[in-house]
């Protein structure tokens, strides 16, 4: 059974910081690339971070250049968001995606991120 669990979201003031991680089990972790969406109340989803399968190379959105920074660990199957100077755009429900072609694509329940004073 393919399982990806998120954790680590929470509330946290303009400026901290988060690390998300997501679990993942039931399949061929090493295959596939990892991604990080996000979806914030009233807007599009938003690819945030990828990660290769390897972890050799990883790509950032415009809008978390610098401050974000995924990575991953293909003995213990996990990849974590780290997510530093956090700002109240940042608020959104944060998803684990494993990508390997379109018909093997999976997704995690998602964990809330709120940034706010």
């Known amino acids: 059974q393919v399982r990806l669990v998120e954790s680590g979201g929470g509330l946290v003031q303009p400026g901290g910081s988060l690390r998300l991680s997501c679990a993942a089990s039931?399949?061929?972790?090493?295959?596939?690339?990892m991604r990080w969406y996000r979806r914030a109340p009233g807007k599009e989803r938003e690819l945030v971070a990828t990660?290769?399968?390897?972890?050799?190379?990883?790509t950032n959105a415009d809008s978390v250049k610098g401050r974000f920074s995924i990575s991953r660990d293909n003995v213990k199957n996990t990849v974590l968001l780290q997510m530093n100077s956090l700002k109240p755009d940042d608020t959104a429900v944060y998803y684990c995606n494993a990508y390997l072609t379109a018909g093997y694509s999976y997704w995690g329940q998602g964990t809330q991120v709120t940034v706010s004073s």
């Open positions: 990660i290769t399968n390897s972890g050799d190379n990883t």
């Open positions: 039931g399949f061929t972790f090493s295959r596939f690339a």
